[in-house]
């Protein structure tokens, strides 16, 4: 399972039922799953988690290597993973709904449009800092916007979620213009004032939901756990708080999704209905 596709994992105590999530490193991914671990805990299980790039979340879900996502990115972000692996898992339904995917700049820089950009590309020098090279928005960024709106000879900035938001910090502490692949839900848009590019090609889509992703044979082997995860959801509000503390306040995001699952317990009773019928 988890240690033979993925080689490095969180590993749980072994002694109980253990139930394997994957995710990417997005701060909204990190949280949703660090909740769903506390409250499948609270259930009586063991959790192993192991954090991969998108196309190895997918790929261990649907070859059975894993059991469960809480971040698949549809219709648009994870389209072409869907596409792909679409018969052999399961969608149980939508956790998280309103998210987007897109280009995003400090406000203070005075453009509003994808299009702008070209216009400008000593100021933002010539670079759009972006995640891992295989995230889906880095592809929409790469095949679609950048031709859409004549920006191929733009350099696309490969990084990581965290290492991106370092960029945009250090450029809005020197008021400099800076573009990043940005998505919401995600707590910069709360520590700084950004806004995304209007996209009037819609090269990255409408709006998103995130929607829960289990390997097929999993409702039969834990069916208990498959009803909680088809129940889960957060809205915007209680997913930007448990990003919040982690992120700005700088919990741990364990320490983050217990302090929020032991003060919403209303919220994961209504998870809870009939996951032990």
């Not at 499948?40 to 959790?47: K, R, T």
């Not at 059975?64 to 869907?82: I, S």
């Not at 972006?130 to 709106?149: N, V």
Request: net charge negative.
């Amino acid at each position: 399972m988890l240690p033979a596709i993925l080689g490095i994992y969180e590993e749980g105590k072994g002694k109980r039922p253990t139930v394997e999530l994957v995710y990417v490193q997005w701060a909204c991914a990190e949280s949703q799953t660090h909740v769903m671990e506390v409250v499948l805990e609270d259930m009586g299980y063991d959790v192993e988690k192991a954090v991969v790039a998108a196309a190895v979340m997918w790929t261990a879900v649907a070859e059975g290597d894993a059991d469960a996502f809480v971040c698949g990115w549809l219709p648009y972000t994870h389209e072409a993973y869907w596409e792909k692996y679409k018969d052999d898992v399961v969608n149980l339904g939508p956790c998280y709904e309103g998210a987007r995917i897109g280009l995003v700049i400090p406000s203070y820089v005075p453009i509003d449009s994808i299009q702008e950009l070209k216009d400008h590309k000593k100021e933002f020098d010539g670079r759009m800092i972006g995640i891992e090279p295989g995230a889906g928005i880095m592809r929409h960024t790469k095949d679609d916007a950048m031709p859409l709106y004549g920006l191929e000879h733009w350099e696309l900035v490969s990084s990581s979620g965290p290492a991106m938001v370092a960029q945009l910090d250090r450029s809005i502490s020197k008021n400099e213009w800076v573009v990043v692949t940005g998505w919401t839900p995600h707590w910069k848009f709360f520590k700084y004032d950004l806004k995304f590019l209007d996209d009037p090609q819609g090269a990255y889509g409408e709006s998103e939901h995130i929607d829960v992703i289990v390997r097929k044979g999993f409702s039969k082997d834990m069916p208990e756990v498959v009803n909680v995860l088809e129940n889960f959801y957060l809205t915007e509000s209680q997913l930007e708080e448990v990003m919040y503390m982690v992120n700005v306040e700088g919990m741990k995001p364990e320490e983050a999704a217990r302090k929020w699952v032991d003060e919403n317990q209303d919220v994961v009773d209504g998870w809870m209905q009939n996951a032990h019928s």
